[in-house]
């Protein structure tokens, strides 16, 4: 992929001055209309620093905005992955489903040098794919498939759509097939995995229920995104991934705000709130596009989630962007 030096210039300009984003008058909406403007009409790779690292990425690209505007951004990953670390005291085996453009890799390994050993990277679309090819010199030890996942194996989804330039979700019409996780990596795994993240707008549920042996036999920590309007998008169950974890034996739940911020524990059977945490979502009225990323927990780990809930190690990131 060939680097575009203007583009490049004009989306390293706008994310320098990303604070005019907020303002009021005149700059503000000079800002915001060349970011669209630049999103919507100049297609193709862009060279950028994200977490310190030379990249590349797709012109508008979101994250890189993202994690400027939002400072506990990734938050409950990044506690997650370092109290898993002191929880065993070695370098962990992390499955990372919807990696992008591998920004997510980045972000930890900035963070958290020494801590992952490796990553099991998974990316449905083809263009963030072929960035995360491109990207994946500064991580560890790293296996990458472009593959879509969902419940089972043989099974048709909707083809992936761009929900915006950071992210996209199985909404198509076009039918593509997909596998389960279990078939794609559990024959593959070299001993262990820690920690499963899933943020896959939408289809997080139906990935865990093609997760059952990897979940039974390795009892990973799991993250993943619970976004209701995104489940309901895709025909999906707002029930299903709980459901699933429950069944394999997790029985403890870390809710975070999508700001990165602590919300609530849910523990053994306490769900009687989650109806209305839906409604709050779908109405989409409390904060535009709310949803949670949530920490499942299996019965057997004795971590301390009270540290992962405060979000201390997190709180003291070096890199933001």
């Not at 950028?48 to 990953?77: C, D, E, M, Q, W």
């Not at 960035?131 to 996942?149: A, C, D, G, R, T």
Request: charged share 25%.
């Amino acid at each position: 992929m060939k680097i575009n030096i203007y583009y490049s210039i004009i989306y390293n300009f706008l994310l320098k001055t990303y604070k005019l984003r907020d303002k009021q008058g005149f700059l503000g909406k000079c800002w915001l209309l060349l970011w669209n403007y630049s999103s919507k009409y100049f297609s193709g790779a862009v060279s950028t620093i994200i977490h310190g690292y030379k990249v590349k990425v797709n012109n508008g690209n979101s994250y890189a905005l993202y994690a400027r505007l939002f400072k506990n951004y990734n938050n409950p990953l990044l506690q997650l992955v370092d109290s898993v670390y002191e929880l065993y005291n070695r370098e962990l085996t992390i499955i990372d489903i919807g990696s992008a453009v591998g920004d997510t890799n980045l972000f930890l390994i900035k963070n958290l040098p020494g801590k992952i050993e490796k990553f099991y990277c998974v990316e449905g679309d083809f263009e963030f794919f072929n960035y995360l090819k491109e990207n994946k010199k500064y991580f560890p030890e790293s296996h990458l498939f472009n593959v879509m996942l969902s419940g089972s194996d043989n099974n048709k989804i909707g083809s992936l759509v761009k929900t915006h330039l950071g992210t996209a979700s199985s909404i198509g019409e076009e039918k593509v097939k997909a596998i389960s996780l279990d078939t794609l990596l559990f024959d593959k795994l070299k001993g262990r995995v820690d920690i499963i993240k899933i943020d896959v707008d939408g289809y997080d549920g139906k990935i865990l229920k093609g997760s059952g042996k990897i979940l039974q036999y390795y009892k990973p920590f799991v993250i993943f995104e619970w976004h209701p309007i995104m489940i309901k998008k895709t025909k999906n169950d707002f029930h299903e991934h709980f459901e699933i974890l429950t069944k394999f034996g997790y029985n403890k739940y870390l809710w975070f705000n999508k700001y990165g911020e602590f919300s609530h524990f849910e523990l053994k059977d306490g769900c009687s709130n989650r109806e209305e945490l839906i409604k709050l979502c779908l109405r989409d009225i409390y904060d535009y596009d709310w949803h949670y990323d949530v920490i499942a927990i299996h019965s057997e780990s004795e971590i301390d989630i009270l540290k992962i809930a405060e979000l201390k190690r997190a709180k003291l990131r070096g890199s933001s962007f």
